[in-house]
């Protein structure tokens, strides 16, 4: 019998979040205040070899080959966005990423297609 919370199949949603948990040591935010949502993020070591072997950090820097927002990262990997924050902090670290702050642009238009790519990426398309 299950617990009066339990209810059957929650192993199997929650498994990816507890994988990214252990992937992260527990990590559940990064302490870099440069990492923001519209912050910008490049893959700074093309053809250098990957130091960390998780399929997550690959995924990452093949998606940072152009510039990328955290958020966009987020959404196109399907991870929440904190621990996204931890991961892209990890490439950062081993000097694999770079950040750039966001481009600040006289009016939202900018902003506004962030929103939409975000938008279409949870939609799957």
């Not at 929650?14 to 870099?32: D, F, K, N, Q, W």
């Not at 093949?62 to 959404?75: D, G």
């Not at 399907?78 to 902090?89: M, S, W, Y």
């Not at 000097?95 to 238009?109: E, S, W």
Request: hydrophobic content about 40%; proline content about 7%; charged content about 25%.
């Amino acid at each position: 019998m299950s617990g009066p919370h339990h209810a059957p199949g929650d192993e199997e949603d929650a498994g990816p979040v507890v994988r990214l948990y252990a992937l992260t040591r527990g990590r559940g935010r990064s302490e870099r205040a440069e990492l923001t949502l519209d912050s910008m993020v490049i893959d700074a070591g093309s053809g250098l070899a990957l130091r960390r072997p998780e399929p997550e950090y690959a995924e990452i820097v093949r998606l940072c080959r152009a510039p990328q927002s955290v958020a966009e990262v987020s959404a196109q990997l399907g991870v929440p966005l904190a621990l996204t924050k931890v991961l892209i902090g990890d490439l950062i670290d081993d000097g694999r990423l770079i950040v750039r702050a966001p481009v600040a642009t006289p009016d939202n238009a900018a902003g506004l297609d962030l929103l939409q790519t975000i938008a279409n990426s949870l939609r799957g398309g």
